[in-house]
């Protein structure tokens, strides 16, 4: 149904044998190295999780159909809104990080009915009002998907094997 586990088992897959070193080197200053890709996606997914539990308790509209496909067009840049530190990151930190947000996602949607899946909502900063809890489901692997080839361009441009 969803894809947001198989898209992080092809990241693992694409960063596991880079160096610490590697992961947090960056081709340019105002470009991420992996380790702040990396971060940033261990930020997003527990920031949608602790939002989803929250939405669980309120009283939510009406879901509208998003286009959250858009996701993986990667020619239209977005700034996140919270900078992320160039500090240095091992890889081995990062997965913890990752593999948490990841079990508590998991636990969360799990423990969802397909009704709060279809019927519970909560806004995106980018698709609008009211994108559907099963949306936001979809949008973590979408979201995963558009930053491994971004992470598999920063290889390319650094290099790396």
Do not use: C
């Not at 998003?66 to 977005?78: E, F, I, M, N, Y």
């Not at 909502?121 to 491994?148: C, D, I, K, T």
């Amino acid at each position: 149904m969803f894809k947001h586990n198989e898209i992080r088992n092809d990241i693992w897959n694409t960063v596991m044998h880079l160096t610490d070193k590697q992961i947090n080197q960056q081709e340019a200053s105002d470009r991420w190295s992996i380790a702040q890709i990396l971060e940033h996606l261990y930020l997003i997914e527990d920031s949608i999780t602790q939002k989803m539990i929250q939405h669980l308790k309120m009283k939510t509209e009406k879901p509208i159909v998003k286009p959250v496909q858009l996701t993986l067009d990667r020619s239209r840049k977005l700034v996140y809104p919270i900078p992320i530190s160039d500090e240095f990151r091992t890889l081995n930190s990062l997965r913890k990080k990752l593999n948490n947000s990841r079990h508590a996602f998991e636990l969360l949607i799990k423990g969802l009915t397909a009704d709060q899946l279809a019927q519970k909502s909560m806004n995106h900063p980018v698709f609008g009002e009211a994108m559907s809890f099963y949306q936001w489901v979809e949008f973590v692997g979408l979201h995963e998907e558009r930053h491994l080839e971004q992470i598999n361009e920063v290889k390319t441009n650094l290099h790396f094997p």
